[in-house]
Each structure stands twice: as structure tokens, then as C-alpha cells.
T-cell receptor
Framework: NAGVTQTPKFQVLKTGQSMTLQCAQD?????MSWYRQDPGMGLRLIHY???????DQGEVPNGYNVSRSTTEDFPLRLLSAAPSQTSVYFC????????????FGPGTRLTVT | KQEVTQIPAALSVPEGENLVLNCSFT??????LQWFRQDPGKGLTSLLL?????REQTSGRLNASLDKSSGRSTLYIAASQPGDSATYLC????????????FGKGITLSVRP
């Protein structure tokens, strides 16, 4: 199993540009989520999904959109990038039965200039 | 609202020392608690997960304990090595099938040779 994969690893955007961060998992996990990690702020939940077709907002959803058309994929879209969105973004997944252990992807480092 | 605290924010110890990392949480109605390790520039790696019905979990030189009534968990690292240098985060999941993980800000551990 590849686990949770994210692309790209690094990205530089100009203010106002849009882009999509990709996330995929091959563990057949129902629950997927996106976090951002900033110095001094810890990990903050952006959006999450409990299954295909179902998404919900986390703590810091403004400026981001998500969709979940398949169990495997959970892309995060930045609609109009702002310097405040400079951060490291992590995707995570877990099953909703068994141990419910959460697994993280390697992250995407995004810089908005 | 669940709050998770990890103190101190940073710790430096000589190689070979046994050490304890602390995690406290405010709401004792938890489903499980998970300890992660994060190396600089990398994603989060799951170390141990303790279900609410368990008191401890062990993996190699790591032992995590859980005391729900006092709102505390500890991660014990035996015979520390320079390779243990990393940031250690604890995360708590409250009761509920779709509930989210609440993270502490982590403890950055440095093991001196």
C-alpha cells in the first residue's frame, strides 16, 4: 500500500492564482481530512469528509473548497490564493471501524507571493 | 471544546536517558488518543494509539499510557537515541463516529550524543 499520497510536494503561487492540491489513499478509508500547519499555531483542520459525496468544514475553511467524488481522492482547491495561505498542507485518512488510526500524507509546502 | 496541551514545548536530553513526554486534555470523554512523530520537513508518523478502554500501549522502546479521569497521557521513551530527535504530537479524538482529532502543539525533542 502507498498509504496517503499528496502532490505536489512544493508549490509557489502568485496572489490571486488558483490551484488544486491532490490527495489520494489506497486503504479504503471513509474519513479524509485536510490540515494546515503553521509555526506556533499547530495543526488546524480545514475540511473533512466522512465518505464519498459528503464533506464538511473544519476550523479554518475560508478560501478553500473540497469535493469527494470517490473514496480514494480528496482534492483541496484554493480559489484565489492569498499570502495568508502560505503554509504546509497535510492530508490524512482513517477508517471508521477497527482502531480508527489516522494516517498522514507527506505534505505540500505552499508559498503564496 | 476539547483542548490539548503539551508542556514543555522543547526538551533536550543526553543520549541514553529515559524520558517522559506529557499530554493533557480537558474533556475526558475521549474515544482514543494517538501519539505522532514529525521529523523536520516531513509528515506525521503514527507511533501509538490508545483506545479509551485501554491504559497503555507499547511499541519497542515506546510506551504510552492513558489516564482519562485525570485527562493525561504520557509517552515514555526508553534509552533515548539521537535518532529519536523529532517533534512529538499527541492528538485526542472525542467520542463519536465522525469526530475530529484535536492536536497539541507538540514537544520538540533533541537527544544529544
Amino acid at each position: 500500500n502507498a498509504g496517503v499520497t499528496q502532490t505536489p510536494k512544493f508549490q509557489v503561487l502568485k496572489t490571486g492564482q488558483s490551484m488544486t492540491l491532490q490527495c489520494a489513499q489506497d486503504m479504503n478509508h471513509e474519513y479524509m481530512s485536510w490540515y494546515r500547519q503553521d509555526p506556533g499555531m499547530g495543526l488546524r483542520l480545514i475540511h473533512y469528509s466522512v465518505g464519498a459525496g459528503i464533506t464538511d468544514q473544519g476550523e479554518v475553511p475560508n478560501g478553500y473548497n473540497v469535493s469527494r467524488s470517490t473514496t480514494e481522492d480528496f482534492p483541496l482547491r484554493l480559489l484565489s490564493a492569498a499570502p495568508s495561505q502560505t503554509s504546509v498542507y497535510f492530508c490524512a485518512s482513517r477508517g471508521t471501524s477497527g482502531t480508527n488510526e489516522q494516517y498522514f500524507g507527506p505534505g505540500t509546502r505552499l508559498t503564496v507571493t | 471544546k476539547q483542548e490539548v496541551t503539551q508542556i514543555p514545548a522543547a526538551l533536550s536530553v543526553p543520549e541514553g536517558e529515559n524520558l517522559v513526554l506529557n499530554c493533557s486534555f480537558t474533556d475526558s470523554a475521549i474515544y482514543n488518543l494517538q501519539w505522532f512523530r514529525q521529523d523536520p520537513g516531513k509528515g506525521l508518523t503514527s507511533l501509538l494509539l490508545i483506545q479509551s478502554s485501554q491504559r497503555e500501549q507499547t511499541s519497542g522502546r515506546l510506551n504510552a499510557s492513558l489516564d482519562k479521569s485525570s485527562g493525561r497521557s504520557t509517552l515514555y521513551i526508553a534509552a533515548s537515541q539521537p535518532g529519536d530527535s523529532a517533534t512529538y504530537l499527541c492528538a485526542v479524538r472525542v467520542t463519536g463516529a465522525n469526530s475530529k482529532l484535536t492536536f497539541g502543539k507538540g514537544i520538540t525533542l533533541s537527544v544529544r550524543p
